[in-house]
């Protein structure tokens, strides 16, 4: 599989969902344990995300710059900044343990 | 793409008293530029992530043309930075169930934003977190079709842009783990999960989920860890487990 078949079935496959809520008769994802999961899915997949990409590195876990990168930027959200300053900051702090540490 | 709608603002579609009409009006599009444009902006830490993934340029604007939704965009790019082709269809499952709340969200949309197929096709294609949240967070019906257009048209001509922008700047740099664009990755997943804390019940899911992510990891395929985790999702959200606001 290239990466333009990757990323040609991922499209379809988000769009097809955009498209779903669309055609799909009113009902199913509007009862409450359909749509309790629904949410719930965004969080515990983003939560696992934040860790395979953090402490990550192939199958074994690290604790290296990503760490206090990471925790910097949940100081930044905790006090309302914009996204785009947390994950700048989470750069920057990376890039300079990596540098003078 | 952040922002998340809360369901019983549906409700506050109905007009139930006089308003100021003009003023909700501006309201509606005062909402739908401010969004819209914080929203657009982090298109660049989504353009340079993805090549420093390992994605070319096109490869890169195809996904925020395409795909056009932030979380799901942020996963497949994620999970190949971790995985390598190898862990492409990991890549594809994660992208794709973050994108199944687009569903909830096209549902509640329909009826404000639906009509003929093309018309159908065209709101399904910008419905993200931000243009429903928008357009949720309107009183008047009319606002809420304007909220849910405006946000959408800028946050998708706004990403698009920014995104072509972070890529090349992404394409410049060259070592981008000396740029800790690594650890920004981690920082724009928590952005993203951020304003979806604001319940007991998430929160646990949350930690669950890093959790069970972590205890894993050593043992399967760069990918899996990711999918095996939102089984905690399915697990309490059918048993809805740790929900401290019970219903009335």
Aim: aromatic share 8%; glycine share 10%.
């Amino acid at each position: 599989m290239t990466t333009w078949h990757l990323i040609l079935i991922a499209s379809a496959a988000t769009l097809a969902l955009k498209l779903g809520g669309y055609l799909v008769p009113v009902g199913f994802l509007e009862r409450e344990r359909p749509a309790r999961i629904a949410d719930l899915l965004t969080v515990a997949l983003l939560a696992a995300l934040i860790v395979v990409q953090t402490l990550g590195a192939g199958q074994a876990l690290v604790v290296d710059a990503r760490v206090p990168a990471l925790i910097v930027a949940a100081a930044l959200y905790a006090i309302r900044a914009p996204f785009i300053v947390a994950v700048a900051a989470a750069a920057v702090v990376a890039a300079a343990i990596r540098a003078f540490g | 793409m952040e922002e998340r709608p809360a369901g019983d603002d549906a409700a506050a579609l109905t007009p139930d008293e006089a308003v100021d009409e003009a003023g909700e009006r501006a309201r509606a599009i005062r909402e739908s530029v401010a969004v819209g444009v914080a929203t657009a902006i982090y298109g660049i830490s989504f353009g340079a992530l993805s090549v420093a993934a390992g994605l070319d340029v096109w490869q890169t604007v195809f996904l925020s043309l395409v795909m056009f939704t932030g979380g799901s965009q942020f996963a497949l790019v994620g999970v190949l930075a971790a995985g390598g082709a190898a862990a492409g269809g990991s890549a594809i499952a994660t992208a794709a169930m973050l994108g199944i709340r687009n569903v909830v969200y096209g549902m509640r949309m329909k009826p404000l934003v639906g009509g003929s197929p093309a018309r159908n096709v065209l709101a399904a294609w910008i419905t993200i977190d931000e243009s429903t949240a928008v357009a949720l967070a309107q009183k008047l019906p009319g606002n809420a079709r304007l909220g849910f257009w405006l946000t959408g048209a800028i946050v998708f001509v706004g990403w698009n842009l920014t995104t072509l922008a972070g890529a090349l700047i992404g394409d410049a740099m060259g070592d981008t783990r000396a740029w800790g664009l690594d650890a920004a990755a981690g920082a724009a997943f928590l952005g993203l999960l951020w304003p979806r804390l604001k319940r007991f019940q998430a929160g646990a899911v949350a930690v669950g989920a890093a959790v069970v992510a972590a205890v894993v990891m050593p043992f399967v395929m760069p990918g899996l860890p990711v999918l095996i985790a939102a089984l905690v999702a399915l697990l309490v959200g059918w048993f809805d487990l740790f929900d401290r606001r019970r219903r009335a």
